[in-house]
């Protein structure tokens, strides 16, 4: 499979508990975001990196939000003591410049 | 923060029909891309058109750009109930930055 990929597909944790989303790009892409979206929504953006770099933090990432891109290959998303505003459908894409950005399927986060 | 906003918010046509839906956008863009999500699901990438082309067409989609109205319509011809969907404008803006509208949900009746 070559797409971009996120897991877990589904998450589901209690009110205050940290959890951490991980995302693989398409190999090639040197851009990554991560976006959130809730229902009946369209995605929010959250962050983007450049290769390893992160180039931008919506102001939406309050800072229980961290995002990293270790070797500007795979990401990871982590929402420390999580709030049931948390819950949503958390979206992330990746692309190379000037071409499309193409999205996984998404991590849906449920907070209890 | 959303920089577009789709128009109209739900249209529902029956099959066979054509659906038009508008995007409005902000800022200055290097290009704007449409994508369309299930329920529940990722987004698709539908088709691209960069900010120095007026039409662009890929299959039933066709896809206009204006940029001094700052403005984009996605038509889909000849409808099918499996075009039913939500579907959302982005725009990458001379920032780099991507951005999605507020999304039209389109219900396509057999």
């Known amino acids: 499979d070559t797409g971009v990929s996120q897991d877990p597909r589904h998450k589901i944790t209690k009110r205050g508990q940290n959890v951490t989303f991980r995302c693989d790009p398409i190999s090639e892409h040197n851009r990554l975001y991560w976006y959130r979206q809730t229902l009946g929504q369209g995605p929010e953006f959250l962050t983007y990196f450049q290769n390893e770099a992160q180039l931008e933090k919506s102001r939406l990432l309050s800072d229980r939000f961290s995002a990293e891109r270790p070797k500007g290959s795979f990401s990871t998303l982590e929402i420390q003591r999580t709030e049931q505003g948390d819950s949503a459908m958390y979206l992330c894409?990746?692309?190379?410049?000037?071409?499309?950005?193409?999205f996984g399927q998404g991590t849906r986060l449920t907070v209890v | 923060s959303q920089q577009g906003e789709e128009d109209p918010q739900a249209l529902s046509i029956q099959e066979g029909e054509n659906a038009t839906m508008n995007c409005s956008y902000k800022?200055?863009?290097?290009?704007l891309q449409w994508y369309r999500q299930n329920s529940g699901r990722g987004l698709v990438h539908l088709i691209l058109?960069?900010?120095?082309?007026r039409e662009k067409h890929s299959g039933r989609l066709r896809v206009t750009l204006d940029t001094s109205k700052k403005s984009s319509s996605l038509l889909i011809t000849a409808s099918r109930a499996a075009d039913t969907a939500s579907y959302f404008c982005?725009?990458?803006?001379?920032?780099?930055?991507?951005?999605f509208g507020t999304g039209t949900s389109l219900t396509v009746i057999p």
């Open positions: 982005a725009t990458w803006n001379t920032g780099n930055q991507f951005y």
């Open positions: 058109i960069r900010s120095n082309e």
């Open positions: 894409a990746s692309s190379s410049p000037g071409i499309s950005a193409f």
């Open positions: 800022t200055s863009i290097n290009n």
